[in-house]
């Protein structure tokens, strides 16, 4: 039998590409099993400390019962497709939030009912504000004790204050005498008096005195961002369900709005409804607008409508080998379809690629088919030269969309083989990781030869040395982790730059003068040649991009200890040309003197990666985390309250100093303390 073809099966308008985000241990994973389970997509509900996760695949995921890759998978609710993907919580994977964040049209997240917003909340939220995601807030963990329905969206509102965010839910009890929800929308109480079916429910209707009073402030909050609902509510008129719900969509979709529903998924309340939300309340892709982008060699402004019968425009977000070794690229396609067997253009490399299957994936279980249109996310195998970020289109119809921004790699770790024999192999392993992570990057050591592996944190080589061990069946030593300095420069300078070389009937001549100057923290690095450089043969042809390769291949040295410079701007002021002896080569390596040189006449400075740290400790053991916090050659910027009577030491610190930091903190608060801590900047070490 021939495998589906998908273009149409389904109607934009049922479609749903949704994702999951949350804090570490707000209870996504949980949340987005209990969903598969009530849509019919699983049988099984898999609990993420049993190891059991259907999303949770990889065996790192299992063992730490944390999410470490983003895992897509698709079901029906209400005779719509939904399309997900659970992403990670931890600061560490924060590419795989972003990336999916990338390429979805709406989001859940997913707050803890006793913590309120995190740290990682905030930066999802903001990754989420980037891409101009639509979103929910589904508030989970009502059972726990202290959890505060009222607490959280007073959280909610201060930490995010240009949004309105509309309760549609109120939970039913707290804690151990949870109940279920109430629906604010439709009048209903809602029980759920099985704890192991989330699909059983008990509705009755009509609410309390005090119900009533949350439903009325839903009306007002909505009358303040609606017209049509501010008539009614001065008026003194009824407003109805459906015409809530209307109100609710459009604004969710304009992102006045952020509908807040509640549950606890561990006791499986909440669920169905929080589906019936996805499917009434967050965008299908005709709601969205057209996705844009650029004519790859005009520059010129395009845009691309949800047409499966229009060009091809789709973006690639992500690389995996999955569980096979076999590569696989994520695909979301805006415009047009891909078949299997189809050539595609990819328009940044400006190349052509064969697909030569297509899969729709439920974690890492695959179902081929033959064809997928706009508006569905695949995998496709047969692509060698596409990476994360890239964009695939129709060759009469070019467009590159915008590609995902780059994530500073802050940690780095020695890794080489038990075996010499091994080194080429891991290099290889190395390269592949780096493929389906660009967080991660690896590179040789010019001074000492060894092996680097960069990446985001401890947590993030560890497991990558392990997939190392596991996946490619290397065995490995690795060195401790250490920071990724970075280098700056503090003033311009310029210089030249002389490549001679005689003998063996050979004459190899190239000079070049060079400027650096130091651009604004994060603006990344620049080449440009100046228009009066003189010789036309310095301004067209091959000879700038290997001068800009020459720069490039100087600044990764560095100027100071070989770290890599960054925010600099290059300009190639002049050259010299002799015929018959310059070749374009010499004047590569004539830039790489050049630029070296200015740069160590520019004022070099080191640069610190700097992360934002938060502590959580009982008010008893307050002192201990401040001391600790200041031996770390931390910053106090706050001291803030919890609900619980803890406290919350708010503080910046260099990351260098944050090695085996848990440790510490446990044996000085007798381990009733916790951090969390994030990258925030690169500033000047020491200062």
């Known amino acids: 039998m021939s495998a589906p073809d ?25 949340v987005t099993e209990r969903l598969l389970f009530v849509s019919g997509r699983s049988f099984k509900m898999g609990e993420v400390h049993d190891g059991e996760a259907a999303m949770d695949w990889m065996p790192q995921e299992r063992e730490r019962g944390i999410t470490i890759t983003a895992a897509a998978t698709s079901f029906a609710w209400r005779g719509c497709d939904v399309h997900l993907i659970d992403t990670p919580g931890h600061v560490d994977f924060t590419i795989e939030v972003e990336r999916s964040l990338r390429v979805l049209d709406g989001a859940i997240v997913v707050l803890d009912g006793v913590a ?69 929308i439709e009048g209903q109480v809602l029980r759920f008096p099985d704890p192991d079916d989330p699909r059983q429910i008990e509705g009755t209707s009509g609410l309390s005195a005090e119900l009533a009073e949350h439903r009325a402030e839903l009306v007002e909050a909505l009358a303040e961002v609606d017209d049509g609902l501010a008539d009614a509510w001065l008026n003194g008129r009824e407003v109805g369900a459906e015409e809530l719900r209307k109100v609710l969509r459009s604004t969710t979709l304009s992102g006045k709005v952020v509908p807040v529903l509640c549950g606890a998924a561990l006791r499986n309340i909440g669920l169905p409804q929080l589906l019936d939300a996805v499917v009434d309340l967050l965008p299908s892709p005709l709601d969205v607008p057209p996705v844009q982008g650029e004519h790859p060699r005009t520059g010129e402004h395009q845009t691309r409508q949800a047409d499966p019968d229009g060009p091809l425009c789709a973006l690639a977000f992500k690389v995996s080998s999955l569980d096979e070794g076999r590569r696989f690229v994520f695909l979301r396609i805006y415009s047009g379809s891909v078949a299997e067997g189809d050539e595609v253009w990819n328009a940044g ?59 500073e790699s802050v940690v780095s770790q020695a890794i080489e083989p038990e075996a010499q024999k091994d080194r080429d192999d891991l290099i290889e392993a190395m390269n592949r990781l780096c493929d389906e992570d660009p967080t991660l990057r690896t590179r040789e050591d010019t001074q000492t030869g060894e092996l680097l592996l960069s990446g985001m944190g401890e947590l993030h080589l560890e497991v990558a040395v392990d997939r190392l061990r596991r996946e490619a069946g290397l065995q490995v030593r690795v060195g401790r982790p250490q920071v990724m300095l970075r280098e700056a420069l503090t003033k311009s300078a310029e210089a030249e730059g002389t490549f001679e070389r005689h003998g063996e009937g050979i004459e190899l001549y190239g000079h070049v003068r060079v400027r650096v100057e130091p651009l604004a923290r994060g603006e990344g690095n620049r080449f440009t040649v100046d228009p009066n450089v003189g010789d036309r043969r310095f301004l067209s042809g091959e000879i700038p991009a290997l001068c800009k390769q020459g720069a490039e291949d100087a600044l990764s040295s560095g100027a100071l200890e070989s770290y890599p410079l960054g925010d600099v701007h290059v300009t190639l002021l002049s050259a010299t040309w002799k015929d018959g002896h310059s070749k374009p080569l010499a004047y590569q390596v004539a830039t790489v003197r050049a630029v070296r040189d200015a740069c160590a006449a520019a004022g070099p400075v080191l640069l610190e990666p700097i992360v934002a740290l938060e502590v959580t400790a009982p008010v008893d053991f307050l002192g201990e985390a401040l001391s600790s916090v200041a031996t770390r050659h931390g910053e106090v910027r706050d001291v803030l309250d919890t609900v619980d009577g803890a406290r919350i030491v708010v503080a910046e610190a260099p990351l260098r100093q944050m090695f085996g930091y848990s440790n510490e903190l446990r044996s000085l608060t007798q381990g009733r303390a916790s951090f969390t801590m994030r990258f925030v900047r690169y500033d000047r070490a020491g200062s």
């Open 6 to 30: 998908v273009t149409a099966t389904r109607k934009l308008g049922t479609i749903r590409n949704i994702g999951v985000v949350a804090h570490i241990d707000a209870g996504k994973t949980t």
């Open 349 to 407: 490399r400006q190349c052509t690629e064969r697909v030569s299957r297509l899969v729709l994936l439920h974690a890492n279980q695959k179902t081929r088919v033959m064809r997928v249109g706009a508006g569905h996310i695949c995998a496709v195998m047969g692509l060698k030269k596409t990476v994360t970020g890239d964009t695939l289109a129709d060759t009469r119809h070019p467009i590159v969309l915008e590609a995902l921004q780059n994530h």
């Open 116 to 184: 309120g917003v995190e740290p990682q909340s905030e930066t999802v939220w903001r990754q989420a504000d980037r891409w101009e995601v639509p979103r929910v807030v589904f508030v989970n963990k009502m059972d726990r004790a202290g959890a505060d329905f009222a607490r959280v969206l007073a959280d909610l509102r201060a930490h995010f204050p240009t949004r309105t965010f509309a309760p549609i839910q109120w939970p039913l009890g707290q804690a151990d005498e949870l109940e279920g929800v109430v629906d604010l």
